[in-house]
């Protein structure tokens, strides 16, 4: 649980007075523009930086004394390997430090990287790294398990096969938060979406619940001949994306902009009318003329 968290560095208030409770067993995604303190909360939440105000309990105990129990794991983006170990050395090292670990052979598995444990760090690739460190984070059988951009550096099939690998931990009941870049993974693994702006919680809720906060539609369609500026004239039209002859139109009044659209341009094809999606949610709720809401 966090409660009035604040964190200053110098005239920059990286974090405002974030309030945030995370209950056993969700998978919860934070969300936000580069600098609007999501960084600086999980490093509060894992006791590497001390807040200014505001208090941090992880079931009950200080971040520190959730970490020495072995409670909560971290998958860092920036956490180093030792170049010169294998896998296998580098994970049975973490356990060593832990009352009750996993077996290295369980979360070599867990993690998808047991065909790597005897390869040295110096000879992994930057998605294997990632891997890597999933192993190092699950290794104490946490209870929280923490992800700071955790498929970073991976291809596609490696972000599915480690999806895949946290929904094996994601069933057993224990709770995750992560930190993504990737709205697509947010919208089809979280449970909960909670999106920060300046240091401050301006939506939380379900992807769905998020995604309501935004009225309007997005209207996607083929208009040869149609400019970027005569689509953006349209009625209602808040945001206009043209490539070729494909059209995305951003509307808030989607039947006044389809009408408009057909009488204007009859041979308009290939017609999409959809809600906007969390994409356009974390455009529109992380702009810097958003008030916020919050749905906690």
Not at 12 to 33: F, K, M, N, Q, S
Not at 51 to 65: I, K, L, Q, R
Not at 197 to 218: H, K, M, N, Q, Y
Request: aromatic share 4%; glycine share 10%; charged share 20%.
């Amino acid at each position: 649980m966090l409660a009035g968290l604040h964190k200053s560095y110098g005239d920059v208030h990286a974090v405002a007075g974030v309030d945030l409770t995370i209950a056993p067993g969700e998978v919860v995604a934070l969300l936000g523009p580069n600098g609007a303190g999501k960084s600086t909360t999980v490093d509060m939440l894992l006791g590497l930086t001390k807040p200014d105000a505001g208090t941090v309990t992880v079931f009950g105990a200080s971040p520190n004394e959730a970490v020495a129990r072995g409670t909560i794991g971290a998958m860092l983006q920036g956490g180093a390997l030792l170049e010169d170990a294998t896998v296998g050395e580098i994970v049975a090292m973490v356990a060593s430090l832990h009352r009750s670990p996993m077996t290295v052979a369980e979360a070599l598995r867990a993690s998808g990287v047991d065909d790597l444990a005897d390869r040295r760090c110096t000879k992994l690739s930057g998605g294997q790294k990632q891997r890597v460190r999933f192993a190092v984070a699950l290794v104490s059988d946490p209870d929280l398990l923490v992800l700071d951009e955790p498929t970073a550096a991976m291809d596609v099939q490696s972000r599915r096969e480690f999806w895949k690998s946290m929904h094996g931990f994601t069933n057993t009941g224990r709770t995750v938060l992560f930190a993504t870049h990737y709205l697509e993974e947010a919208e089809n693994y979280a449970d909960r979406v909670v999106l920060m702006r300046a240091g401050r919680v301006v939506a939380d809720g379900s992807v769905a619940e998020v995604t309501s906060l935004v009225a309007g539609r997005v209207i996607r369609a083929v208009v040869p001949g149609a400019t970027e500026a005569a689509l953006a004239a349209l009625p209602g039209v808040t945001e206009i994306e043209v490539r070729a002859n494909r059209a995305a139109i951003s509307t808030g009044d989607s039947d006044a902009t389809l009408r408009t659209l057909l009488s204007t341009y009859p041979q308009a094809h290939d017609i999409e009318v959809t809600a906007v999606g969390l994409e356009g949610a974390f455009l529109s709720l992380t702009s810097d003329n958003t008030a916020g809401a919050d749905l906690s």
